[in-house]
């Protein structure tokens, strides 16, 4: 059984940073996409970024420029760092991955909160 185990998440002051980490239980080699979305209360989870297993990335018009998307194949680990942090961006954020034959996997979310 896939499992992603998401880490980094906390509460950090408007302007700051932090790095999300989604660790898989195996090799990220299985997915053909990794991505991480969120959720903040009351709206729908939507995708932040994603990149593929080409190492291809994409992000949402929100965070462009702010937030970059990585992966680290020995560590099976894909990494989202986030700067220049605003309040608009406290969610739940969650690591997603589709692997090679449709299957799709969901961690259980790291909490981010960003104070003003």
């Known amino acids: 059984q896939v499992q992603l185990v998401e880490s980094g998440g906390g509460l950090v002051q408007a302007g700051g940073s932090l790095r999300l980490s989604c660790a898989a239980s195996g090799s990220i080699f299985a997915f053909n996409t990794m991505a991480w979305y969120r959720q903040a209360p009351g709206k729908q989870r939507d995708m932040v970024a994603g990149?593929?297993?080409?190492?291809?990335?994409n992000y949402a018009d929100s965070v462009k420029g702010r937030f970059t998307i990585s992966r680290d194949n020995a560590k099976n680990t894909i990494y989202l760092q986030m700067n220049s942090l605003q309040p608009e961006d406290t969610a739940v954020y969650y690591c997603?991955?589709?692997?090679?034959?449709?299957?799709?996997?969901w961690g259980k979310g790291t909490l981010v909160t960003v104070s003003s």
């Open positions: 997603q991955a589709d692997r090679l034959d449709g299957m799709g996997y």
């Open positions: 990149i593929t297993r080409g190492g291809t990335t």
